[in-house]
T-cell receptor, first 115, second 113 residues
Framework: ETGVTQTPRHLVMGMTNKKSLKCEQHLGHNAMYWYKQSAKKPLELMFVYNFKEQTENNSVPSRFSPECPNSSHLFLHLHTLQPEDSALYLC??????????????FGNGTRLTVT | GESVGLHLPTLSVQEGDNSIINCAYSNSASDYFIWYKQESGKGPQFIIDIRSNMDKRQGQRVTVLLNKTVKHLSLQIAATQPGDSAVYFCAENGEAAGNKLTFGGGTRVLVKP
């Protein structure tokens, strides 16, 4: 049982839809991350929040909009996506982003298909 | 032909044998390394980590070896079991400040009964 829970597990959306991915962690961590895992590339970091403040935006297109209302919850709002955005979106957490010697704990991801 | 995805190297191993998975990293400034296991339909699961001030670390049935001279990392799994079938990723942190992991492309391990 993972301490990081992502919903929904699967999502199919059209290019004009708006949807949101949700992540919740029960580990007492203060850093939360969004990663993209696609068939053609290794895991790519998208965003990082540390103590609710965004600390990293890895040149992600504006059609992806993150939100972190508190240290336990992270959202990824999706709007006007492209078919190439179809991928597995993984949420992760760690105690503190400034601690570079802690492993990330991942959820099981949301499989997104853009039609 | 058209590329349809990452070409994952595959390691086939007989049940009960030892497995060795290798990873080359490129950033000589990286000082923290992690191995993850990802089973089908799941997210990456932490296996073991090692800091750059060490060259070997052991866990339960797993050993990680770090050779900084040639920038090479390996994961050894003892007495491989069917449940070890998965994709294994190495990750490195080369950031001076911040937990910003860079992941390798992964190796698929298939355990034959």
């Amino acid at each position: 049982e993972t301490g990081v829970t992502q919903t929904p597990r699967h999502l199919v959306m059209g290019m004009t839809n708006k949807k949101s991915l949700k992540c919740e962690q029960h580990l007492g961590h203060n850093a939360m991350y969004w990663y993209k895992q696609s068939a053609k590339k290794p895991l790519e970091l998208m965003f990082v929040y540390n103590f609710k403040e965004q600390t990293e935006n890895n040149s992600v297109p504006s059609r992806f909009s993150p939100e972190c209302p508190n240290s336990s919850h992270l959202f990824l709002h999706l709007h006007t996506l492209q078919p190439e955005d179809s991928a597995l979106y993984l949420c992760a957490s760690s105690p503190d982003y400034r601690d570079g010697w802690s492993p990330l704990h991942f959820g099981n991801g949301t499989r997104l298909t853009v039609t | 032909g058209e590329s349809v995805g990452l070409h994952l190297p595959t390691l086939s191993v007989q049940e009960g044998d030892n497995s060795i998975i290798n990873c080359a990293y490129s950033n000589s400034a990286s000082d923290y390394f992690i191995w993850y296991k990802q089973e089908s339909g799941k997210g990456p699961q932490f296996i073991i980590d090692i800091r750059s001030n060490m060259d070997k670390r052991q866990g339960q049935r797993v050993t990680v070896l770090l050779n900084k001279t040639v920038k090479h990392l390996s994961l050894q799994i003892a007495a491989t079991q069917p449940g070890d079938s998965a994709v294994y990723f190495c990750a490195e942190n080369g950031e001076a400040a911040g937990n910003k992991l860079t992941f390798g492309g992964g190796t698929r391990v298939l355990v034959k009964p």
